[in-house]
């Protein structure tokens, strides 16, 4: 009898794993790379949203807090950093986009989420949809309340972000980013509150979906060149021209682009007021430094509309750039990108108008 009931038990055991294993067999496969930030954060009692220390849980941890995650995906864990985004450096960009592109070539990959500080995250994306050599989704995602806050926002965003990184809907559309339910382009994407949890917007130009329990509904899709159509290569690169940014305003000087200047900068990227407006002084030390050899770049502070060539200054006299959409931190970016594959303006201004 109690060999009978053992012979049952045993064959209810066995068929439980196997259909338990066809069904991993059939869940996509997640890489999760982490970096740190607040979804790592953690607070010192559960109703502290602001004065948190970011950085601090591991990826395992991260993992092990939202046991829903294995219904939706065969998931593993790297920590590639564990740092404040703050403190993100282009050569962490590097080390990352790297990493993920060994990881996308590989067949047993299907898609890969980046847990992140929200505080650049729109520059980490950014920065991976110019040099991500996949189609395959690539996802970033970040919490505005530390791990250990009531109503924490890191797991459900952690659970929507795999979520989003294993559905086939999400092939070639672009490096994503998952937050609030919410997804958005990395072109597009930036921080708009410094606390809340809908931060993420694509102001004017809008979200590409929403996640709906736990799947991706796209809407929209990106109208510039992005991941495996882009003609950057960073696979050679240990570091990227030197780039800054300044800031423009009333009483404007030239102090920030001397430094710059001095610093050996190749770019300057200048947030102008309005329709990146230059100061007098200002516009007249960038047309030296361009004279000089120094590859500028007008942008504006304003957060949204293009900078337009010509606009606010005789860009083809002077021979700037101007920045199209992008905001200052992205220009920087693709101006990085541009510097490693050129030095003719021209072919500059066309990559601000496909990417
Ligand atoms: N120190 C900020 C960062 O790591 C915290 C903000 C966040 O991650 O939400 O970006």
Request: glycine share 8%; charged share 20%.
């Amino acid at each position: 009898m109690l060999s009978r009931l053992f012979q049952r038990s045993l064959f209810v055991a066995v068929t439980c794993s196997a259909v338990f294993a066809q069904a991993a067999d059939k869940l996509p496969n997640v890489v999760i790379l982490a970096t740190g930030g607040t979804i790592a954060g953690t607070g010192a009692t559960s109703t502290t949203t602001v004065g948190y220390t970011a950085a601090k849980v591991g990826v395992d941890r991260l993992i092990e807090a939202v046991p829903e995650l294995k219904q939706i995906a065969n998931v593993s864990g790297e920590q590639t950093f564990q740092i404040a985004s703050e403190n993100m450096t282009n050569e962490n960009w590097l080390t990352l986009a790297k990493r993920v592109n060994v990881l996308l070539k590989q067949s047993n990959v299907d898609g890969i989420v980046i847990t992140h500080g929200t505080d650049t995250i729109e520059e980490t994306a950014y920065f991976l949809n110019l040099t991500v050599k996949s189609r395959k989704p690539v996802v970033i995602v970040g919490s505005m309340r530390p791990s250990t806050a009531i109503s924490a926002d890191g797991p459900i965003n952690l659970y929507n972000a795999v979520a989003v990184a294993g559905s086939a809907d999400s092939v070639n559309r672009g490096v994503l980013v998952a937050m609030n339910d919410e997804i958005l382009g990395a072109r597009d994407v930036t921080k708009t509150n410094t606390m809340l949890a809908n931060t993420f917007r694509s102001p004017e130009l809008g979200d590409l979906g929403y996640i709906v329990s736990g799947k991706p509904k796209f809407y929209r899709a990106t109208t510039r060149k992005h991941t495996a159509d882009t003609e950057f290569d960073i696979s050679k690169l240990d570091k990227l021209p030197a780039v800054d940014i300044a800031y423009g305003s009333a009483n404007a000087n030239t102090i920030a682009i001397d430094a710059f200047a001095a610093a050996g900068d190749e770019g300057i990227v200048y947030a102008g007021t309005g329709d990146g407006s230059l100061s007098t002084p200002v516009r007249a030390r960038l047309t030296e430094l361009r004279q000089k050899g120094f590859f500028i770049l007008r942008s504006s502070r304003v957060g949204n509309g293009p900078t337009v060539r010509g606009g606010e200054n005789d860009d083809d006299k002077t021979d700037f750039v101007v920045s199209d959409t992008l905001s200052p931190q992205k220009a920087r970016i693709l101006l990085m990108l541009a510097l490693t594959r050129t030095h003719d303006t021209k072919k500059i201004q066309d990559m601000f108008y496909t990417y």
